[in-house]
């Protein structure tokens, strides 16, 4: 069995002023973090150990005000993992499936942990007791792509926890790139394992959901409500209250869960939610966005995408040449909104949702 390394990083680790890159300059800085994870998946791929060789992503821009970012990725479609049968929303983790403490040992990049800061109850080594395992996806969307397994011996179903979703938020902030995303999909919402993780990918893009605008739904919990398709929760931190971020986050997809609601996340840098839908150049903070949509068990896939994270943040991987290169904005949309809630639905689901925030203040 290879050693797993270990990461160890605080909040000093974080970088929090970054700077998208419009035109002709030098390219972004590169943090300890990213030199680890691209050195680490980099010699995995030169080393056979993903299912396809990823190589140069064909990649246009769908014309529109969407600005969808197409890419062509034919061998994941046709090489990636059966998923596993998926029933319910809620369904219970099951060891007799296929989980990440089953991978091959030479798949896991290194191990995750954050160092205990004044406040937080440190184990004898100085940690704070619980780690994340980062691990190659074997069937790559984009460079980098990997994907982050919260305390994978505990065998959690997937379903988010405040520490998956703070470690998500972490790792975006660790990175000096303004590409690097961290998405989730539950289950019902096109998850293949039902084992707890988040993906993790660099995409150097710019995607709209960076700047979309918002409205503020509730103050204290920084809770807003995007005003752009595909409809959506927005939360935004620049890194001074990640516990409460990932406590508010978590507070409204457990609401989720107990409703069977399917739903989506999504964390890249983002501008402030009151930059007014200007794509400033600074990126400060991170946007955690929160889609809700309908549940997919059993369903046939789309032939051109499949619905899940990336696609709403608006990134669409498609399976095939034909469809990558004819496909409209507007039949993208027509896509996704098939499996987005309505707007009674979502109407009726974002008043419970803020009279449940407002609640839990009192």
Known sequence: MEDCPVFIYTNTDFVTHVCRSYGNVDAPTVSRFDMTLRCSWTDKMNRGLFRYHLGDIETRIVPGPYRYVAQLNILRGKERRKPQEIMSVQQSFDARQFNFNKINPSEFMFELVKQAVPGERPTENGLTGQSCRVVINVSPLEFGHCLLVPEPARCLPQVLTPFAIQTGIETVFLSANPGFRVGFNSLGAFASVNHLHLHGYYLDRELGIEYASAELLVPDKKLHCTTE???GFLFYTEG??????????????????????????????????????????????????????????????ETAFNVALCELAGHLPFKNREDFERIKEEEVKSIVQKYLLCYEEFDWLQKRIKTLFLESKA
């Open 229 to 231: 398709f595909p409809a």
């Open 240 to 301: 001074q209250d990640l516990g409460e971020t990932a406590s508010a986050v978590c507070q409204l997809t457990d609401f989720l869960i107990r409703e069977n609601i399917a739903h989506n996340l999504f964390m890249t840098r983002g501008c402030a939610p009151d930059s007014d839908g200007k794509p400033f150049p600074t990126r400060h903070g991170v946007r955690i966005m929160v889609w809700p949509r309908k549940s997919c068990f059993g369903a046939k896939e």
